[in-house]
């Protein structure tokens, strides 16, 4: 049982270049994530999914886009890499209902240059 | 926008000092969360609390939420080396809302 997987682990952008990052569950969890973590500003909400093709927007959605075409994946795209996109992504997923806690993947860290 | 704030932001205990982090919301809870993040590593799922007044207890960490749902603390006693991480709470406003995570304290802890 993996849990939560992301990949890659470290990826380095030049500006303008273009991006996916990889979630994988394998616990058949509802709702997926993806934040990103900067330092002391903790977690952002970037954008999530209730469900299979669902998806919305969270609290720092701009120059980010998301898909969840199967249920055990959600994707995150950054079309035009900027400075202000360096950060360490996390990835989360969990069941249904609201007594469930996130699990987490352990992470992206991208460097924009 | 509901925001939820930690304090203090970093704490240096020695070895065996106990430790607290506080966590206050601006908008009433319907429940709470803690994570524990190691240095490098990912935030980890610690426990929730739902019930006004609630404590729960895990080993070494008592976990409070206060009786207007507004807020939230964390006591370690007895700090160890392994307690060293940053520890987040995460507030939902409403059922089936979205989490809101606080900012962290960053707890360090000299041997």
């Known amino acids: 049982n993996a849990g939560v997987t992301q990949t890659p682990k470290f990826r380095v952008l030049k500006t303008g270049q273009s991006m996916t990052l990889l979630c994988a569950q394998d616990m058949n969890h509802e709702y997926m994530y993806w934040y990103r973590q900067d330092p002391g500003m903790g977690l952002r909400l970037i954008h999530y999914s209730v469900g299979e093709g669902t998806t919305a927007k969270g609290e720092v959605p701009d120059g980010y886009n998301v898909s969840r075409l199967k249920k055990q994946n959600f994707l995150l795209g950054l079309e035009s890499a900027a400075p202000s996109q360096t950060s360490v992504y996390f990835c989360a997923s969990r069941r249904g209902g609201d007594t469930y806690g996130y699990t987490f993947g352990s992470g992206t860290r991208l460097t924009v240059v | 926008g509901q925001q939820v704030m930690q304090i203090p932001q970093y704490q240096h205990v020695q070895e065996g000092e106990d430790f607290t982090t506080y966590c206050n919301s601006s908008?009433?809870?319907?429940?709470i969360q803690w994570y524990k993040q190691r240095p490098g590593g990912h935030p980890v799922f610690l426990i929730q609390?739902?019930?006004?007044?609630e404590v729960k207890k895990q080993k070494r960490l008592t976990f409070q939420f206060g009786e207007a749902k507004k807020n939230s603390s964390l006591h370690i006693t007895a700090t160890q080396t392994t307690d060293v991480g940053t520890y987040f709470c995460?507030?939902?406003?409403?059922?089936?809302?979205?989490?809101?995570f606080g900012g962290g304290t960053r707890l360090m802890v000299k041997p």
């Open positions: 908008t009433t809870l319907s429940n």
């Open positions: 609390l739902v019930k006004s007044g």
């Open positions: 995460a507030g939902r406003r409403s059922a089936g809302n979205m989490l809101t």
